[in-house]
């Protein structure tokens, strides 16, 4: 058979593009989560955090995360009305046994939980050099703890701090937004355990979600927006002051 | 036409680069996981590796699921929206098999002031109490029953 350099040039790409799905493989078959489907975040609701420490010790229960690391934690704000830009903040062992009842006179004094953005344009998973650690189809941003290199350049990386190196695994470890979990139809250990739903996991590909009621008639906020890391944890009621 | 003997060294070097594709394709075959790329630039297995963990925290739902009378009297009151394992710990072996792990009652001492012990950064409307004052050393569980907190009017001190 003889081809023209016409059919050639047009046989090229489509071979390309067999080839593609060739390297790929079929798909894994996941029978009941499709992960295309979901598009995970997090509400938090300032107002509604009392610091009381269980989200903390749910994660560290339910991910065995090693003593004296935290994935989440709660940092406690006394935000004085002359040093609104320098306010003092404390998280004695992350919260985890909540919070000594110390009074501050005057100003301005709040809880804030934190955990991983699982941000969209993550400044963690653009450095990793292996690809160890990557977004999935539903936006969480997870490590593959056996093909990290432990290089530590993500836990430089991350601009809310919230990597850090596994001391015994010899490799980067964060908050998985409970994958284990939310991929059976369980919400994460943070917001199964809040007793006041300060924090409220979100499905934003889910209509029925109540995020996009909460959306329409509240003003949010994410952590350090001059990053624009889209970061994923919205926080309602969240005060200027806060890094 | 062109001779042989004129195009042995490139054929020489054609060999070269053929041996190196091989090895490239060879190593490349060995090195890299089955299933990199398979949703971009991870080893596509991490996934479900990661959704397979094991859970402690079963859920409310399936707390709810054996013990219906709790859940109603805790509807009922302000604890409504605190979830069961809050304050009794994670129970999924329990949930699994009720043999395998009998839940302790929660230390009601330490429990209770967690959330509830006086703090200025504590939204302005939650409860909050200074547990020696309020109670005199008095357990929490003496006048409030934690599912259903609230005191009756005329139970009161």
């Known amino acids: ?243 | 036409m062109i001779k042989l003997q004129d195009t042995t060294h490139l054929l020489r070097m054609a060999a070269v680069f053929a041996i190196g594709l091989v090895l490239f394709l060879v190593f490349r075959s060995v090195f890299i996981p089955k299933s990199f790329g398979r949703y971009g630039h991870f080893r596509g297995a991490a996934l479900a590796e990661a959704a397979a963990k094991p859970i402690h925290y079963a859920g409310h739902q399936t707390c709810e699921e054996c013990h219906p009378d709790e859940a109603a009297s805790k509807a009922k009151g302000v604890h409504a929206h605190v979830n069961c394992e809050a304050c009794h710990g994670p129970l999924a072996s329990h949930a699994t098999d009720p043999s395998s792990l009998t839940p302790q009652l929660p230390d009601v001492a330490h429990l209770c002031v967690r959330c509830h012990a006086e703090n200025i950064a504590k939204p302005q409307g939650f409860p909050q109490v200074n547990a020696a004052e309020h109670s005199g050393g008095q357990l929490c569980d003496t006048c409030h029953q934690p599912h259903s907190p609230a005191v009756a009017e005329g139970a009161r001190k």
């Not at chain 1, 836990?155 to 980067?172: I, L, S």
């Not at chain 1, 964060?174 to 919400?187: A, E, M, S």
């Open chain 1, 1 to 243: 058979m003889m081809l023209s350099r016409r059919q050639l040039l047009v046989l090229l790409p489509a071979a390309a593009t067999a080839w593609e799905f060739v390297l790929a493989g079929t798909p894994e078959a996941a029978p009941n989560y499709n992960s295309t489907d979901h598009w995970w975040g997090m509400l938090l609701d300032i107002t509604k955090c009392i610091g009381c420490g269980n989200c903390v010790r749910a994660c560290a229960l339910e991910n065995d995360v090693p003593e004296g690391y935290l994935r989440t934690w709660i940092e406690r704000y006394h935000v004085d009305d002359f040093h609104i830009e320098n306010p003092e903040v404390d998280s004695p062992e992350g919260g985890k046994e909540g919070f000594p009842s110390g009074k501050f006179a005057g100003g301005k004094n709040f809880f804030v939980p934190k955990l991983c953005n699982h941000c969209v344009d993550s400044p963690c998973t653009q450095v990793c050099p292996v690809g160890a650690t990557f977004h999935t189809p539903d936006g969480v941003v997870l490590v593959d703890q056996d093909y990290c290199v432990g290089c530590r350049y993500c836990v430089q990386a991350c601009p809310y701090g919230c990597r850090y190196f596994h001391p015994t695994k010899h490799v980067a470890d964060k908050c998985t937004l409970c994958y284990h979990r939310i991929t059976r139809g369980l919400t994460t250990a943070c917001c199964e355990n809040c007793p006041t739903g300060a924090r409220q996991l979100a499905d934003f590909k889910n209509p029925s979600d109540p995020i996009h009621a909460f959306l329409k008639t509240h003003s949010v906020q994410v952590l350090k927006p001059h990053l624009a890391t889209g970061a994923k944890n919205f926080y309602f009621g969240l005060d200027g002051s806060v890094r």
